[in-house]
Nanobody, 111 residues
Framework: QVQLVESGGGLVQPGGSLRLSCAAS????????MTWYRQAPGKQREFVAL???????RYADSVKGRFTISRDNAKNTVYLQMNSLKSEDTAVYYC?????WGQGTQVTVSS
């Protein structure tokens, strides 16, 4: 039912910042939690951050204090602000909403 499109990935130096966006189509955006995951080559997909329909947030310990998840229900868009990026943040980042997944956006942190 829903379609998700991530954007904002790219190549950034360690210590830099990126802001990912996930635009959703469909009618369930504002009433469902949204989650960011990431997957590095050869590794399992892992939880990064979550935001509920009422704005409650959760973060993986590895990104806490560096990443911020937010949502704009009027724009049907969820964001992931990533600061102080490290090489270990390199991965494909995916958004998930109501068991629908986006195509992913590549984030590469390298000098």
């Amino acid at each position: 039912q829903v379609q998700l499109v991530e954007s904002g990935g790219g190549l950034v130096q360690p210590g830099g910042s990126l802001r990912l966006s996930c635009a959703a189509s469909g009618s369930i955006f504002s009433s469902n939690p949204m989650t960011w995951y990431r997957q590095a080559p050869g590794k399992q997909r892992e939880f990064v951050a979550l935001i509920t329909s009422v704005g409650l947030t959760r973060y993986a310990d590895s990104v806490k204090g560096r990443f911020t998840i937010s949502r704009d229900n009027a724009k049907n868009t969820v964001y992931l602000q990533m600061n102080s990026l490290k090489s270990e943040d390199t991965a494909v980042y995916y958004c998930r909403l109501a068991n629908s997944w986006g195509q992913g956006t590549q984030v590469t942190v390298s000098s």
